[in-house]
């Protein structure tokens, strides 16, 4: 497998950047994973329109799938220009309602839902989804190939409910929206100190602190993941490949 980072602020992207986004390639398909802000156009940096298999939204959140309403006109235009478009898959969570019945309707989507309960063949793969604790209907996604294990939080509290998402994931991808420093009474993502539990936790290979939001600065994320020593974390980067 292999995953790029197509985009990986969290909320709304950093200056010449995108919010999340990621391009899974295996058995010579591609599938994106969330569709956020910026996604589509360094999307085209890897792949052609014409050459999307697969889409799997975490979350109907705009800053991980407001580029699927342009995905939709770059389909609609190209096919009515010649290009041989073949309807795509996308899979997301039916809740939020007024969200989701906006990507109905559209011949060139083929949209299935996603619960904890599915368990999603992907060309050779297995997608399973595990429902985090967020502020609407949010999957993460634990997807294995040929004794491999990619493990993505999407949008996330810690909480117990996360362990099996990645247990002994080779690659762990880890919503790190928040900082200890600036704690809230009520929290959407998780702190790096909580990223490291979950490292701890669930025997993580390598981490990948995403979800970064664009008003605090990445020295600031790495103090905080600094204060427990070395362990095999990152903070995730546009256009950073991991193989696994
Ligand atoms: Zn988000
Ligand atoms: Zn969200």
Redesign the pocket.
């Known amino acids: 497998m292999r995953i790029t980072i197509l985009g990986c602020s969290?909320g709304y992207p950093a200056k010449g950047g995108a919010t999340t986004g990621y391009l899974l390639q295996l058995s010579g398909k591609n599938i994106l994973i969330d569709c956020g802000s910026g996604v589509i156009s360094n999307l085209f940096n890897y792949v052609p329109l014409e050459k999307i298999d697969a889409v799997i939204l975490?979350?109907l959140?705009a800053?991980?799938m407001s580029d699927v309403f342009v995905l939709k006109y770059a389909l609609q235009m190209n096919k009515q220009n010649g290009l041989d478009i073949h309807p795509i898959p996308l899979f997301c969570p039916v809740t939020p309602e007024s969200v989701y019945d906006q990507l109905l309707n559209d011949t060139n989507l083929v949209v299935g839902h996603i619960n904890s309960s599915t368990e999603l063949p992907l060309f050779g793969a297995t997608a399973t989804f595990f429902r985090t604790n967020?502020?609407?209907e949010?999957y993460g996604i634990r997807i294995e190939h040929e004794g491999k294990v990619l493990a993505f939080s999407?949008?996330a509290l810690f909480g117990p409910e996360l362990f099996p998402l990645f247990q002994n994931a080779d690659v762990g991808i880890m919503d790190c929206g928040a900082l200890e420093k600036a704690r809230k009474p009520v929290m959407?993502h998780m702190t790096p100190s909580e990223c490291f539990r979950l490292y701890q936790e669930c025997g993580v290979k390598k981490v990948v602190l995403s979800h970064l939001v664009p008003y605090y600065s990445i020295s600031d994320v790495v103090e905080e993941a600094e204060m427990f020593g070395p362990w095999p974390y990152e903070t995730a980067s546009i256009n950073q490949i991991y193989d696994i």
């Open positions: 969290g975490t979350h959140h800053d991980h967020h502020s609407v949010c999407a949008d959407l």
